[in-house]
């Protein structure tokens, strides 16, 4: 494995807004739940090496955990101690990076060659870095047992060719939510496909609730949009693949495939919308957050950017109590809908030390498979586990249907070559689109061109 080398050139982070993740309170995790992850960190091929000498390690994280306190850090403090009394000869200095900054942060640390040992993050990141040869391999950690529980997609999620690069942790796809209590009073609620175990629906289903908001409750903004920056990009590119019954990238990635004739016509709908005030106004300028906070403030009844784990995020920031509720994107047929999941995992920068190596390794087994923290920490990260086996660790109605929504689950475009290009392209062609200055077919086109080349181009890299 190379060493980092100085000087590396600043690479594109993925800012995935569904990292922003937090606990949900006690009244809606179950601690009975059962199938916990089972293998402690003696139970894994790299735990069983113990360190021969005291080592210090250097873990950063995003605010992945809910804040103890409100004190940001504070439950990952308490991580450390739990682990230092396994492995009292590893000292962990923790070191909490914010999603704004933070990525920029990571850009300079590796051209400075003083990126962290350790790091919870996404794959967007994660497998470029590995791509880049950063990162040490971690399959050593990874069991029979553990690699049969996850399912594949995540596990090529988490890879580059056969090295595993990124232990998944935690997951949940991303859907769209509604404010189901605005619904309840306009008495419009059977508009909405809650009495469907599978929730799913068409595009003209979703219009008529729509227009039915704009009809009954003309304060509220019946939908919206982003396209400010490629921050949350994942909504946008999942709400017009779904109703145009389009992919975002080909099976294999090697190409653009959502400029077709259907997902342009959606994104000219979207247009459409925007000007008949069945969608949020300014969408070209507002950001992925912005539209959530709208959401939050009961001013918009669906957005377009959200899952379990913002669900559970968002309870102590709403403005207005209501009740929100996961919904999958609408399809312009009414088929089964695809939808991106958001991954959380671990990796290990490779900074020329094995024993920082082996003992970033037993940070990672113990967050992720330890008897007692193991479970603990997905409940404070507000997420499902990527283990099939480990099922039931909330009493919500919603977290239920998060983990029934998994088998709409498809691959992410975040593992392509090129990604950090391509997703440049994307919001850019979104706004010309919003403001008048191109078709639907005409933005999508120009941005597959773009996309198209940026994968050509990173594929020759890699040769």
């Known amino acids: 494995m190379t060493v980092m080398k100085k000087g590396l050139m600043t690479i594109v982070g993925v800012a995935l807004l569904g990292m922003q993740l937090a606990a949900c309170g006690n009244s809606n995790t179950n601690t009975n739940a059962t199938n916990a992850p089972s293998n402690t960190a003696s139970d894994t091929p790299?735990?069983?090496?113990a360190a021969a000498k005291p080592v210090e390690i250097t873990w950063w994280n995003f605010p992945t955990f809910q804040a103890l306190d409100g004190e940001v850090g504070k439950y990952e403090k308490e991580i450390i101690a739990a682990f230092n009394e396994k492995n009292p000869e590893i000292k962990v200095n923790l070191e909490m990076i914010t999603f704004e900054g933070g990525p920029e942060?990571?850009?300079?640390?590796?051209?400075?060659?003083?990126?962290?040992?350790?790091?919870?993050?996404?794959?967007?990141?994660?497998?470029?870095?590995?791509?880049?040869?950063?990162?040490?391999?971690?399959?050593?950690?990874?069991?029979?047992?553990?690699?049969?529980?996850?399912?594949?997609?995540?596990?090529?999620?988490?890879?580059?060719?056969?090295?595993?690069?990124?232990?998944?942790?935690n997951t949940a796809p991303f859907m769209m939510a509604v404010n189901k209590t605005i619904f309840e009073k306009i008495g419009a609620l059977d508009l909405l496909p809650l009495n469907k175990e599978d929730r799913t629906w068409t595009f003209d289903e979703y219009k008529k609730a729509l227009q039915a908001v704009k009809e009954k409750a003309p304060e509220v903004i019946p939908t919206g949009f982003f396209a400010k920056s490629q921050a949350g990009d994942q909504g946008t590119r999942a709400y017009i693949a779904n109703l145009g019954i389009s992919r975002f990238l080909n099976e294999d990635n090697s190409a653009v495939a959502i400029n077709t004739d259907n997902a342009a016509k959606a994104l000219d709908w979207i247009v459409q919308a925007t000007n008949d005030k069945l969608s949020v106004a300014g969408a070209a300028s507002l950001a992925a957050a912005d539209v959530n906070d709208l959401f939050l403030q009961g001013k918009l009844a669906f957005t377009l950017n959200y899952s379990a784990v913002l669900k559970a995020q968002n309870v102590s920031k709403k403005?207005?109590?209501?009740?929100?509720?996961?919904?999958?994107?609408?399809?312009?047929?009414?088929?089964?809908?695809?939808?991106?999941?958001?991954?959380?995992?671990?990796?290990?920068?490779?900074?020329?030390?094995?024993?920082?190596?082996?003992a970033?390794?037993?940070?990672?087994?113990?967050?992720?498979?330890?008897?007692?923290?193991?479970?603990k920490n997905l409940i404070q990260t507000g997420g499902l586990s990527v283990r099939n086996s480990v099922t039931g660790l909330y009493n919500d109605p919603e977290y239920t249907?998060?983990?029934?929504?998994?088998?709409?689950?498809?691959?992410?475009?975040?593992?392509?070559?090129?990604?950090?290009?391509?997703?440049?392209?994307?919001?850019p062609e979104l706004?010309?689109?919003?403001?008048?200055?191109?078709?639907?077919?005409?933005?999508?086109?120009?941005?597959?061109?773009s996309a198209n080349e940026a994968i050509a181009k990173a594929k020759a890299a890699a040769k």
Do not use: C, H
């Open 319 to 358: 403005m207005v109590e209501f009740e929100d509720v996961l919904l999958p994107f609408p399809t312009m047929d009414g088929s089964e809908p695809k939808l991106e999941p958001y991954l959380g995992g671990m990796a290990v920068f490779n900074n020329g030390n094995e024993d920082k190596i082996a």
């Open 105 to 169: 942060k990571l850009n300079v640390a590796i051209a400075s060659n003083t990126a962290p040992d350790v790091i919870y993050d996404a794959p967007g990141r994660i497998i470029d870095w590995g791509k880049k040869d950063l990162l040490a391999p971690l399959n050593d950690m990874v069991t029979d047992e553990v690699k049969n529980d996850i399912s594949p997609a995540f596990w090529k999620q988490s890879s580059v060719g056969d090295q595993i690069y990124m232990y998944p942790i």
């Open 46 to 49: 790299a735990a069983t090496e």
């Open 431 to 449: 706004q010309r689109a919003l403001i008048g200055g191109a078709t639907g077919k005409e933005a999508l086109d120009s941005f597959a061109k």
């Open 401 to 427: 249907y998060a983990e029934y929504a998994r088998k709409f689950t498809t691959d992410a475009p975040t593992i392509a070559d090129g990604y950090a290009d391509i997703r440049t392209f994307w919001f």
């Open 360 to 375: 970033s390794k037993k940070l990672i087994d113990f967050i992720a498979n330890d008897a007692v923290y193991g479970k």
